[in-house]
């Protein structure tokens, strides 16, 4: 029996060392509240087959206490991200439609968990989707391979993860421009290390 040869997961300190992962300013960030920011984001994000996704919720730091994220969905292209506010009168129809359509392959981490809780509080199934957690390990490392670890493999840049923003107030309103900066380049890095690996990888990608 062949022993498998598995790569480590590049360590923080390492990741440190590499150049620092350019994300979208703020300008290219959109809150989707209005029905301009409605019809910027229709148009935007049906030009692509794939796009970036990620959800926030605000944290639970009390036993038993029920989850009720997520608080913010995001979405990203190669050039803006939108910010969705669940059940939001303007944008729910919208989301709905990325949410559930088969046609736009929402591609990022720890898709498996986001799905359950996005149809508690939406009742939107989450279709068509690429976990890139899953597609990274396939170059060969043992361990779980999350968005910053990818950035740094696939990309070969450092994300920066900042703990006060992960655990910060994703309920509250209105969002900082930190938190949205934040969010919006969760799910942008996440398409970008997409893109990377269509030029790499190729074969490992796989919708699921």
Known sequence: ????????????????????????????ICL??????????HEQISKFSHVG???????VFVANQPKTGPHLLQVS?????????????????LLSEIIQ?????????????????????LGFKLRSTLDLSVIVRRLGYRQKVGLQAAVAIVLEQYLQKSKSLTTSNWARNPLTARQKLYAANDAYASFQVYMKLTEVAKHLLVTA
């Open 1 to 28: 029996m062949k022993n498998h040869q598995y790569i480590e997961r590049p360590t923080r300190e390492a990741m440190r060392e590499l150049p620092k992962f350019e994300g979208l300013p703020l300008e290219r």
């Open 32 to 41: 989707v509240r209005s029905k301009d920011d409605l019809i910027f984001a």
């Open 53 to 59: 996704f990620d959800t926030e919720s605000k944290p």
């Open 77 to 93: 292209t190669q050039y803006n991200a939108f910010l969705f506010l669940p059940n939001h009168t303007t944008s729910n129809e």
């Open 101 to 121: 359509s088969e046609n736009i392959v929402k591609v990022g981490f720890g898709l498996k968990s986001d799905r359950g809780l996005i149809y508690k509080k």
